[in-house]
T-cell receptor
Framework: GENVEQHPSTLSVQEGDSAVIKCTYS??????FPWYKQELGKGPQLIIDIRSNVGEKKDQRIAVTLNKTAKHFSLHITETQPEDSAVYFC??????????????FGKGTHLIIQP | SAVISQKPSRDICQRGTSLTIQCQVD?????MFWYRQQPGQSLTLIAT?????????ESGFVIDKFPISRPNLTFSTLTVSNMSPEDSSIYLC????????????FGPGTRLTVL
């Protein structure tokens, strides 16, 4: 089955700086890679995703890059703000026309934005 | 995106008892998933619940311990049976987006403590 590794487990950055979280996956068949933000006491919130036919996707301050050959993908957050502080999870799954597998998650990164 | 609610939001139970968790979605969805998140950990897929078919369980999870119902396209239940303290976790349901087909949205979770 799929295995997703995520690094670092904790990341502390100064407000306004950039943050980068990296993940690797093992199953070359996986073709869908979402990122979730989880705040204390809440369910995970989808913030951005990328499909395997795309190398990069951007949404305002958030971007995700995918290297299919190396089987790794990364989340980039620029101009970090205090409200970005949360736990971030990467995930992978296989999506086909008839539906999708459940997600395999990384272990999470606790992002701390220092004022 | 879909709006997902779960009941109860939290509960404290005695070992040996069972708890049924409800998941309600505001739109019809084909695929629903149940995940477990142990304290401070990542999310692990328990089972996939498609309407009209038996739930499919991941390795390490069995129907006798986690029976699932999926009576219609907007509702599902997960029962945690014969509970022990090791079952203390957050239980989350998720659904595939009714429009995009591969985005997964999560409910707020049910925080279960077993004494």
């Amino acid at each position: 089955g799929e295995n997703v590794e995520q690094h670092p487990s904790t990341l502390s950055v100064q407000e306004g700086d950039s943050a980068v979280i990296k993940c690797t996956y093992s199953d070359s068949a996986s073709n869908y890679f979402p990122w979730y933000k989880q705040e204390l006491g809440k369910g995970p919130q989808l913030i951005i995703d990328i499909r395997s036919n795309v190398g990069e996707k951007k949404d305002q301050r958030i971007a995700v890059t995918l290297n299919k050959t190396a089987k790794h993908f990364s989340l980039h957050i620029t101009e970090t703000q205090p409200e970005d502080s949360a736990v971030y999870f990467c995930a992978a799954s296989l999506y086909s026309g008839g539906g999708a597998d459940g997600l395999t998650f990384g272990k999470g990164t606790h992002l701390i934005i220092q004022p | 995106s879909a709006v997902i609610s779960q009941k109860p939001s939290r509960d404290i139970c005695q070992r040996g008892t069972s708890l049924t968790i409800q998941c309600q979605v505001d739109s019809q969805v084909t695929m629903m998933f149940w995940y477990r998140q142990q304290p401070g950990q990542s999310l692990t897929l328990i089972a996939t619940a498609n309407q009209g078919s038996e739930a499919t369980y991941e390795s390490g999870f069995v129907i006798d311990k986690f029976p699932i119902s999926r009576p219609n396209l907007t509702f599902s239940t997960l029962t945690v049976s014969n509970m022990s303290p090791e079952d203390s976790s957050i239980y989350l349901c998720s659904v595939l987006s009714p429009t995009s087909g591969n985005e997964q949205f999560f409910g707020p979770g049910t925080r279960l403590t077993v004494l």
